[in-house]
């Protein structure tokens, strides 16, 4: 699949500034080394025996860092920073770490926020920009939520935009936000050059569920399932101390149950795992409701992860979508509660079941210190990046190694949990539930019943 791929950066012209950032060239000197646009990380890691043919542009990544050569003039660059769509732990970090990377590593001193997403671009909103620097960003990473405030919707106004980041004379806009954003972000970029204008857009991946396309891992997703594993534990709590108890604990992952199967693997104590990568049946002999019972029978107790985004070819009537493009899902949680209390109840087995979402806390929460170090990589990297001209490049970590990707590629698809990879393996092996709840003879792509 990767040769379908190119991972060729766009630049916005030839580097001839030498960088403020004193590096070394020479290896052994205990000085670190500048990079340079010949290091490359590759795509995949899987190896056969034998033969090997050279490597192609689709099969490496540019190595992120900062070059010796910059293409701005760093007294002269005016930065922006926006943060779009939904909350997660870590946006505070990555706009403090571009900050001060700009301002003490470059000597940058024009720094803006744009305030609530792409619509604080737009002149009808009337919100004003904030000016940012070291020391007004110094404690907002203890914080959660965004210091810039953040909105969705608003980026398909892309000559409005452009239009305002003309006027602020911007040579630089960071991204930060999930899918939408980034799709935004590319469209922003294609207005740029179109006007021929000089202007770097650097895209930092924000998206709690950990879906991002080719990237290793999003920010925000270590601390999610630290908090999520808090939650597992309460439900584990009330459903062994009850009367055939049921914890019942809806996480986040719209389109992957990343969060989902790593909770598992992490708390040790959920017994099933529903994700939206594996269909299952309700009913049926072989289905949930048939393995949750059985599951009572033998332990007095289960403790169930479903993701939001599971079930919703079922629970979806009519497809709509939210500011940001996303589609409106349904409720899958609630639906679950109500259905598994009706089962019971239908059967006169007596349960005590208690249903838990703790999505808002989870996305609002100050990242952890796992995080906190990932996100003050992303964001110097992403500011080494701008510096040097790179535009309509997300940063992101591949293969242990932070890079250069190009936008259009990174949102081409995004990243869902394997069924007949490891990781789901894992989790199976974690909770013991069947390998497929799906009744005999029924097509697995519409199994919700």
């Not at 602020?168 to 179109?194: C, H, M, P, W, Y």
């Not at 891992?217 to 630290?226: C, E, H, N, R, Y």
């Not at 389109?255 to 269909?279: W, Y």
């Not at 109840?345 to 100050?366: Q, V």
Request: aromatic share 8%.
């Amino acid at each position: 699949m990767a040769e379908a791929f190119d991972f060729t950066i766009e630049e916005l012209g030839k580097r001839n500034i030498k960088s403020p950032i004193v590096l070394s060239k020479t290896a052994g000197d205990f000085v670190a080394n500048y990079v340079t646009d010949d290091q490359f990380i590759r795509h995949r890691t899987e190896a056969i025996l034998g033969d090997q043919p050279p490597l192609q542009r689709s099969h490496v990544f540019e190595c992120a860092g900062p070059r010796e050569m910059i293409y701005f003039m760093p007294a002269y660059v005016h930065a922006g920073i926006v943060t779009c769509g939904g909350l997660c732990p870590g946006i505070n970090d990555v706009i403090r770490a571009i900050v001060r990377c700009l301002w003490y590593r470059y000597g940058v001193k024009r720094i803006t926020g744009i305030r609530y997403g792409y619509k604080g671009f737009l002149p009808e909103y009337q919100y004003p920009p904030r000016p940012l620097n070291p020391e007004n960003v110094d404690s907002i990473h203890k914080l959660g939520g965004t210091y810039l405030g953040s909105a969705r919707g608003g980026g398909k106004e892309v000559s409005k935009i452009v239009d305002a980041m003309e006027q602020l004379n911007l040579n630089v806009l960071f991204t930060i936000g999930g899918d939408g954003t980034q799709r935004g972000s590319l469209d922003i970029a294609e207005e740029i050059s179109k006007r021929k204008l000089k202007i770097a857009m650097i895209g930092i991946p924000k998206t709690v569920d950990n879906d991002f396309a080719f990237i290793q891992k999003s920010f925000g997703f270590d601390t999610a399932v630290a908090k999520a594993v808090d939650v597992v534990a309460s439900a584990h709590m009330e459903a062994n101390s009850q009367i055939n108890g049921i914890g019942l604990v809806k996480l986040m992952g719209r389109e992957s149950g990343f969060i989902a199967a790593h909770t598992a693997l992490a708390s040790h104590e959920v017994n099933f795992v529903l994700i939206p990568e594996v269909p299952f049946n309700l009913e049926g002999p072989n289905g949930f409701f048939h393995h949750l019972e059985d599951r009572l029978k033998k332990r007095k107790h289960a403790v169930v992860l479903v993701a939001e985004g599971a079930l919703q070819d079922k629970l979806i009537k009519e497809i709509k979508t939210d500011a940001g493009g996303n589609i409106k899902m349904a409720d899958v949680g609630t639906y679950m509660r109500d259905r598994i209390q009706q089962y019971f109840d239908e059967k006169n087995i007596e349960i005590t079941l208690k249903y838990i979402d703790p999505s808002y806390i989870i996305r609002s929460a100050p990242a952890e210190p796992g995080d906190s170090i990932y996100c003050e990589r992303l964001g110097n990297a992403a500011v080494h990046a701008a510096m040097a001209g790179k535009t309509k490049v997300i940063i992101g970590l591949v293969n242990n190694e932070f890079v250069h990707l190009p936008m259009k590629v990174a949102i081409s698809q995004r990243n869902r949990v394997d069924p007949e990879g490891n990781l789901w393996r894992d989790t199976l092996d974690a909770t013991q539930q069947p390998s497929l709840m799906v009744n005999q003879f029924e097509d697995p792509a519409h199994s919700a019943e």
